[in-house]
Each structure stands twice: as C-alpha cells, then as structure tokens.
C-alpha cells in the first residue's frame, strides 16, 4: 500500500523526510524555476547524491547525473521535485519520470501545490511498489486568526523586489552568521524549499488567505527577549500575484527588523514581464508603512543583492554606491565578507 | 442519504440553493457578527420567511422568530447560519438546533470556513433526514496564478477601515443605483453573504493565498467598455489579520474606481481591541499606492459612511463636514439622498 504524508496535523511540525534525495529537474529551461534543487545543493548539499532531469531541461544544479536506479544504488531514499512552475502544479511531461523513480524504490516528495496522491498514475505506482508520496506543503492543521499582539522575542523579516532573487538565503545566512557569534535563533522557512532545508516550517502560500497573518504569528512564536528569529520572505509586496502573501507574513511576523532582497541585474518580474521590477526605496517606503501597523519599531536592517550576474569587483563598486546611497549597509550573503558582517551588525545591533 | 455540495466545481459559479430561508442566528450578542442574517434580510428579504435562535442571542433581525418546525410549514426549504464569529467555526452550543433544523425537514446552507460535513452530528442527522448540507463557502476549482494584465470593462471596489462596517451594502447599493441608471452592470460577491444574496460568486478569504489575486482576477473577467463590475471588498489594508485578503482583491480588481468605507462610530478595530481604526485618509494612500501597481488610473470615487448609530441631522451635518474636507462625496447609501447619487455620479463620471 502506498502510504501518503502530509504537513497536516498540529503535531507534525517537525518534519522526518527520507533522505538522502535525489533532486528532479523536470524539464525546466528557467533557472529561477529551480530554486528548490539549487536550496538543496547549496544549504543540505550533504543530503543530495545527484540530479535526475527530462533530455529537455538545460538547467543543472552540477551535481552527477543519475538515474533513479542509478541515485538508489547510490544511497538516494527519495526523489524531491526540486522545481515549481509558476502556479506549482506537476506537469503531464514529467509523470513517466517520477512513475520510473517510484519502481526504482524512491519516494517521492513534493513542495508543490497540487497533491502527488491527486494524481492516479503516481497513485497507482506508489501502491504497487510500496513507496510514499510525501506533499510538504500542506498548512498545519487549526491555525488561528491573527491578533496582532505583540510576541516577546525578536524578528527579522527578508522582504524582496521579486519573487526568486534571495530571500531565502538570505535569511539562511543570517541565521548561520547569528548561530556563530553565539546568538540564539532559528531560521523559520516558510516555502518548500526552506522547509526541506530547515526540517520544519509553515508553506505559507498555501494557508488559506484568511489565516495567512495567524500563520506567520504562528511560525514565530513568542521567545526570549535574545532570541531571534530570522524568517524567510515571500513575494513582493509591489507583486501583482503575490503581494497579499507579502503583507500577510510581514503583519503577522510583526518584523522588528527586515532586510530589502533585490537583484540589480533584473528589469522585469520574473514570469510576469508586463511589470518592472520596483525600486528597493519603495519596497523599503512599503514595508514601512505597512509593517509599522504590527511594529510601530520596524526598521530597515540593510539591503542584500543578488549579484550572482555581475563579477566580483562591479558587483563591490555597486553595492558600495548603493550602501552610500541607501545609507544602510549592502551586501550579496553569497560573496560574504566584511560588508555582510556590517549587514549583520546593523540587523542586530 | 444526505448529499454534501460545494461551490467547488468551475461549473457551479451559478447557484441554485434551496430557498426560502429560516436565518438561524446561534448565541450571537454582538451584531457585528450577524453580518449574514441582516444582509440577507436586506437585499433578499423576500427569500427570508423568519429568524432562529438560541435563548442566549440577543441580535435579532426583526423577522418573525420561528422554530424550524414552524418555519417549515411556512414554506422554508432551508436554515442559513446567519452569523460569524471571527474564524469561521460552527461552534459546539449551535449543533442541537442545527440538528433540531434537519430533522424538521430543513436543509442546511453555510457560509463559514467549517464544512457542514465535517461534523459527525450534522453529518448524521442529514443522513437520517435525508436533508442537504450545503457550503457557499469554497473556492471554484483551478483558480489561475494572477497576471496583473489589464481586462476590458469597468470595475469599482468598495474597500474599508474595518471589516463589517458596510462594504456589501455600498456595493450592492451602488449597483442598484447604475442599473436605474440603464448602466449595465454586476454586483461581484466575495463574502458568503454577498454569495447568497447574488446567488454566485467567490469566496476570496477561503483562497489559498497564492491564488487569491488570481481569483479576484477570475471574479470581474473581461468585459464590454460601457459595462461596470461593482466588487464588494474584503477587510481592510490595515487590518492585522486580514490585509493580505484586502490587498490581493484590489490588485486582482484592478480596480478603476474604489469607495471608502468607514463607521465614524468605530474607533477600535471589531473583535481586535488592541488597535484603532485608521483614518479615511490613510486607507485612500494605501489604496491608490498599492492598487496604482496593477491600474496606474485607479481613483477615489467617494466615501460611504455608515451612519447607523447617529441621528438623521448628526449624519448629514457630519457627511457635509467630511465631504468639504475630503474634496469627493460623502453619503450614507442606507440613507440614499441626493448626496449618494453625487457619489454614484462621482464614480462613473
């Protein structure tokens, strides 16, 4: 019997997932449609044996190319659909692949949308070879309308220009650098990558939108006056799409801090090219406004650039002429180095 | 057998709910949380034969107070659970009635975020009485990710300082007022109220909240230039709990024309103690920055106030004051006047 697991129930806030994975890349020609296998090879590189992807895809996350069978010889116990599409929905193309992985003895394990056990070839497959299909972006269970009172404890928020330009890493290297000055905190995903990363976490685009603000007071509950919590962001708030997801978990996160994500290299919304991306000074004018309903204290802790297009030394020189600018420090968290440190310090000072 | 239905399939955006209606009106004391009994009483009133409720209720509606028994010999088809706490659960000290409602032959229609089926009680009773269980509110099927692309046609939103202070009513008055005009135009329900009344609709709080800018979208699809969508808003921007719904309706309207609504009554937000009902003016720079993002032509059409706790010169003396200050008109649509069809002029103009 197949056997179907979801984040469903209050108890099941940590998660258990069989490891190590092999990461699919479908057939994805967008590499900001794979950000889940890149968040995988970058942050639980030692969890991942290699990458499985349709003869169509031209991205890759560098990690060997396996089979299923090949990935379960080498210790693989689940494939993780390391993309998402724009609406997160498992495509047509991609089920003869993932039918092969369940006969080769992977589970399955999913952070989109849609339910692998909705569909019946998965279904079928899992049954007859006793694999699990494990869906992680399901909400927990009696999540709570949001009341806006103030939790001990502090928060800092990623917020972004786009979708898929670093928040999460973001606040994954905020984390870590926290952890190694000895300050007590918790990176709190809240997308299905992070969540796989992390081991817990609230898929808070999955929250039905009424309960959206009660998940995110939720992911951070109240804490010790040291503590901090550093939460992942999610769309923009100047998305078309998105941006009630946005003010959602910036409200309910009551963010004492938060730090502006962008990516200068990029002109227009990714996946949605009738817009440009907007300014970092009106993200930054926004959240303001807005988080100050929660956190009269909000403030801006630094601006972090995704400078992955630009080489080393034009991405120091903008970055310099963006923090004198902006007058808050910036920084790329991948490039590290004594200007993150600066981000850092004025986060948490 | 009971038989179970939902909004859930894209065929069923047209209802055909079993009518007329007992209004069951639980333990409620606050009428604030009454919302659906009153708005149906208002603008469905020839649908409504009588009122339910429990010995603790102190809302009434004015309607006849009948048992369900009684309201079944005079011609009710079904019970509608007129109110809604915050959260939207069936609560515990409602199922005897509820029951008691099945087996005197009613159906049962609901709007809250709780299925009827859920509960073993109603589940039970229904099948023993061969009653129906009905839920308006869930989303259609298949609700596409947000575009932001620009559709033909005209559309107006009501947007507020708080929940449940006239939104439904100013849109529903308001379309009332353009179809005497010869204006061809909809009423767009988004609450389950506004769904009973129409008769169709989306319930938008009970999108999951990647979708819900798409729906919105789905709600006022492309229309002929001449042809006006009157939308009925949902929260408020800076309500703690439920911006993130308000937000995604009005980047999803796209919204041409918006209306303010406020009770200048109120000065703390309903159900949420902790925080003050912001200004008229705040909620029209909010509007017009962030609804700007998806139609750079959106304006202020006028402000609705609901002016149900002052006497007839204290309001007209007060919409006058307001009016002269704010620059747009001022009305009260319950109390209709020259002033409200100044606001209807003002946003058609």
């Known amino acids: ?27 994805t020609t967008e590499p900001g449609y794979a950000k889940t296998a890149f968040g995988l090879r970058d942050w639980a590189g030692d969890k991942c044996v290699g990458e499985f992807a349709l003869p169509s895809a031209t991205v890759t996350t560098g990690l060997p190319r396996l089979s299923p069978r090949e990935a379960k010889a080498a210790g693989a116990q689940a494939l993780v659909i390391g993309v998402a599409n724009s609406g997160g929905f498992i495509a047509d193309a991609w089920l003869a692949a993932l039918v092969e992985a369940l006969e080769a003895g992977l589970d399955i394990i999913s952070g989109m949308h849609a339910r692998l056990g909705d569909l019946p070839a998965l279904r079928d497959a899992a049954a007859k070879s006793g694999r699990q299909l494990i869906d992680v972006r399901r909400p927990p269970a009696r999540i709570p309308i949001a009341t806006g009172l103030k939790r001990g404890g502090n928060r800092l928020l990623t917020v972004g220009t786009d979708c898929a330009l670093g928040k999460k890493y973001t606040a994954l290297a905020i984390a870590r650098a926290l952890r190694k000055r000895g300050i007590d905190s918790d990176f709190r995903a809240t997308g299905q990558t992070g969540i796989m990363i992390a081991g817990r976490g609230i898929p ?105 297009s630009l080489d080393a030394d034009e991405a120091r020189q903008l970055m310099e002429q963006e923090s004198l600018r902006l007058g808050v420090p910036v920084a790329d968290p991948m490039r590290g180095g004594s200007e993150f440190e600066r981000l850092v310090d004025s986060c948490v000072r």
Chains 1, 2 share one sequence.
């Open 204 to 308: 808070l685009d999955a929250v039905v939108a009424d309960f959206a603000a009660g998940a995110a007071e939720m992911l951070s509950p109240e804490a010790a006056d040291d503590h901090w919590d550093v939460i992942e962001g999610q769309g923009s708030l100047l998305h078309p799409a998105f941006a009630g997801v946005s003010l959602s978990l910036l409200q309910g996160s009551q963010a004492d801090v938060f730090v502006v994500c962008h990516d200068p290299s990029r002109e227009r919304l990714l996946g949605d090219e009738a817009f440009a991306v907007p300014s970092v000074e009106e993200i930054i004018d926004l959240t303001i406004i807005l988080g100050s309903r929660t956190n009269p204290a909000i403030r801006l802790g630094g601006v972090s650039f995704n400078t992955a």
């Open 1 to 27: 019997m197949a056997s179907v697991r979801s984040l469903g129930s209050p108890a099941s806030d940590e998660l258990d997932l069989p490891q190590p994975y092999l990461l699919f890349l479908g057939d």
